[in-house]
């Protein structure tokens, strides 16, 4: 699996770094209760980075289902 890397500037010089699994979580718009819930049964840093990249946010889902119902074709 490959690691998701964000960039970011400081005093004008470009530095990267790999999105931690917590924030993986956030980005797939999961709240930090769900995610703390699942990382207190024991699970590995590289299962919960899969767990995160196997879901679809909500959002997105909805305005999948949006266009879809939408569209008239």
Request: no cysteine.
């Amino acid at each position: 699996m490959r690691a998701i890397k964000i960039a970011y500037e400081v005093n004008g010089e470009v530095n990267y770094r790999e999105l931690t699994a917590q924030e993986s979580w956030l980005l797939q718009g999961f709240d930090l209760e769900a995610f703390d819930r699942v990382k207190a049964t024991g699970i590995s840093e590289t299962d919960l980075y899969m767990l995160a990249g196997n879901s679809i946010p909500v959002t997105v889902l909805e305005a999948i289902f949006k266009e879809l119902l939408l569209r008239k074709d």
